[in-house]
């Protein structure tokens, strides 16, 4: 019976190996700029909060809503504008360049909802958009109601041995 034997050094790879394969994985690897990034951020949050900001002040001055009314229509159609644009495509280019800056606002959350329906509306009505349109919106749901849910028993604990939280 014959036994094979491996020397160390068939199983380890070489230095030159590893300074190639090193190599190999920085020319693969995407390579961002820091500040840029965070420009491009900084003017597409800037801008979608100008839009928001304009939509407040088109209907609180010029069509005479309260505060509290305004703020609910600038919501709908920000959101409303963030989802026809998602269907057409447009808006996850928007995010790609923009980063967080088009993913944290309101629009970002629509879009969020809006993707997984629109790329498993094929699927059907309940195996494709019933089924996958919370695929990533589902956690933020969940864990910003539950952690309400911790923050407001938390309160209502410290309300009962008489603390103000205010």
Known sequence: METLHMSKDSVQP?????????QYVKSVTPT??????????FLTGGI???????????TGNV???DPQTSGSWCS???VFVSVVLTA??????IAKWGGAGALVPITGFANSVTAPAVEYR????????????????????????????????????????????G
């Not at 070489?14 to 090193?22: F, G, N, P, V």
């Not at 933020?140 to 939280?165: C, H, K």
């Open 122 to 165: 094929k699927e059907g009505q309940v195996f494709g958009i019933g089924c996958k349109i919370f695929t990533i919106a589902g956690p933020v749901i969940l864990y910003g109601i539950f952690s309400s849910w911790v923050l407001g028993l938390f309160l209502w604990v410290l309300q009962m041995f008489g603390i103000s939280a």
């Open 88 to 93: 057409l495509h447009i808006y996850p280019k």
């Open 63 to 65: 069509l005479g809503m």
């Open 32 to 41: 961002h700029n820091l500040w840029a990034q965070m420009g491009k951020a």
């Open 48 to 58: 979608i909060c100008c839009i928001g900001q304009g939509i407040l002040n088109y």
């Open 14 to 22: 070489d230095a030159q190996e590893k300074q190639e394969y090193e």
């Open 76 to 78: 709908l159609i920000l």
